[in-house]
């Protein structure tokens, strides 16, 4: 316990962290240089030349595999020759003006719909038909009916202009003028119900006149375009062509080696840390060395004479007891500190005291 203890000095980052690049680039060669191993392959192999940090690969075919890629080479070769030539073909066929086909709706749905010509006379023909069949019958009911009524009233006394025969046959025509004209009325119902029929049958006939020449045009439009674009895309077709398609050699890949790096900075912090706690312990003992001793000075013993706790120890002389003398320091003395002169507590068991630090005192006043 000599002097003032210092703690471990921290290890220098520039230096750790120099160690620790050189580690990981150490750690990245070696990984490299074990990942990079030759190949052999049925269809050519694979080796590596080292040119210090950076490495060449090199693919070397099998005769077999050398001459389909020297094929293929030639084949898309004679492809993009191909296409070139055409390219003039191509502009001829953008030189002309491309107009496609129009749609004519007039003629697909028969031209602007003339009601009065598809449909007739809804007046002059389809009703005047129509009124002819609903009254015939009335005429020869009501003619009937007029020659039962006057025999009746003729019958009965009453004679042509009397007012009694008058108001009957006034009534009697009443009633056959409304028999007319619910007669009438059926007839334009019966009229327009036919017309209507007739209005939903052309225009049926002409929506599947539209729908029929709609798809007509979409063919003819489709084949058009297809007349215009065919040589472009076959022109297309033998530029794509002429690009190699060859794949190179594939040998698999075989289980690559992942090494870690070493943790420099991390060994050294450890290290240092250890050291630090090692320091720290020993403060702690000295720390607690000393409050004892300065509990046993408070309590007025003579003085520790526990070998443990001296050092630099040499003889003195042996007194007319028997007792042998020494010459010491504490361990907590300074170096350059004078030597103190007593005894050992081992050579006088009589006049030693165990004290409650765990150390032998010697009370000087029993030797």
């Known amino acids: 316990m000599g002097g003032k203890s210092r703690p471990p000095a921290p290890p220098d980052p520039n230096v750790v962290a120099n160690a620790q690049t050189?580690?990981?680039?150490?750690?990245?060669?070696?990984?490299?240089?074990?990942?990079?191993?030759?190949?052999?392959?049925?269809?050519?192999?694979?080796?590596?030349?080292?040119?210090?940090?950076?490495?060449?690969?090199?693919?070397?075919?099998?005769?077999?595999q050398q001459q389909l890629l020297s094929q293929e080479e030639q084949n898309s070769l004679g492809l993009g020759q191909l296409a070139g030539d055409q390219i003039n073909t191509v502009g001829s066929i953008l030189g002309q003006n491309y107009n496609p086909r129009r749609f004519d709706m007039n003629a697909a749905?028969?031209?602007?719909?003339?009601?009065?010509?598809?449909?007739?006379?809804?007046?002059?023909?389809?009703?005047?038909?129509?009124?002819?069949?609903?009254?015939?019958?009335?005429?020869?009911?009501?003619?009937?009916?007029?020659?039962?009524?006057?025999?009746?009233?003729?019958n009965q006394g009453i004679n042509a202009g009397a007012d009694a025969f008058g108001a009957e046959l006034q009534s009697f025509n009443e009633g056959r003028g409304d028999a007319y004209a619910n007669a009438e009325l059926a007839a334009r119902d019966f009229a327009l119900g036919e017309r209507g029929q007739h209005m939903g049958e052309l225009l049926t006939q002409r929506g599947t006149n539209l729908s029929e020449a709609l798809q007509g045009y979409q063919l003819d439009d489709r084949a058009d375009f297809q007349q215009r674009t065919q040589p472009l895309n076959e022109i297309i077709g033998l530029m794509n062509g002429?690009?190699?398609?060859?794949?190179?050699?594939?040998?698999?890949?075989?289980?690559?080696?992942?090494?870690?790096?070493?943790?420099?900075?991390?060994?050294?912090?450890?290290?240092?840390?250890?050291?630090?706690?090692?320091?720290?312990?020993?403060?702690?003992?000295?720390?607690?060395?000393?409050g004892s001793l300065a509990n046993l000075g408070a309590a007025g013993m003579t003085a520790f004479s526990d070998p443990r706790l001296?050092?630099?120890?040499?003889?003195?002389?042996?007194?007319?007891?028997?007792?042998?003398?020494?010459?010491?320091?504490?361990?907590?003395?300074?170096?350059?500190?004078?030597?103190?002169?007593?005894?050992?507590?081992?050579?006088?068991?009589?006049?030693?005291?165990?004290?409650?630090s765990g150390f032998w005192a010697v009370d000087y006043g029993r030797l």
């Open 242 to 290: 002429s690009q190699i398609g060859y794949q190179p050699v594939n040998p698999g890949q075989g289980a690559n080696v992942n090494i870690s790096p070493t943790d420099i900075a991390g060994i050294q912090q450890n290290a240092y840390g250890n050291r630090f706690g090692a320091w720290q312990q020993q403060q702690q003992g000295r720390n607690a060395l000393l």
């Open 22 to 64: 050189q580690s990981n680039l150490a750690t990245a060669r070696n990984e490299a240089t074990i990942n990079r191993y030759d190949q052999n392959t049925p269809w050519g192999n694979v080796s590596w030349t080292n040119n210090g940090d950076r490495w060449t690969q090199n693919t070397n075919l099998s005769p077999n």
């Open 109 to 154: 749905t028969g031209g602007q719909l003339d009601l009065s010509s598809a449909l007739g006379d809804f007046r002059g023909d389809i009703e005047g038909r129509t009124r002819e069949l609903m009254t015939r019958g009335l005429d020869q009911q009501f003619g009937r009916a007029e020659e039962s009524l006057r025999s009746r009233l003729a």
């Open 310 to 356: 001296k050092r630099d120890v040499e003889y003195a002389h042996t007194d007319a007891n028997g007792v042998p003398w020494w010459r010491y320091r504490y361990k907590w003395d300074a170096d350059d500190a004078p030597k103190r002169l007593g005894v050992m507590a081992d050579d006088v068991p009589h006049a030693r005291i165990m004290t409650a």
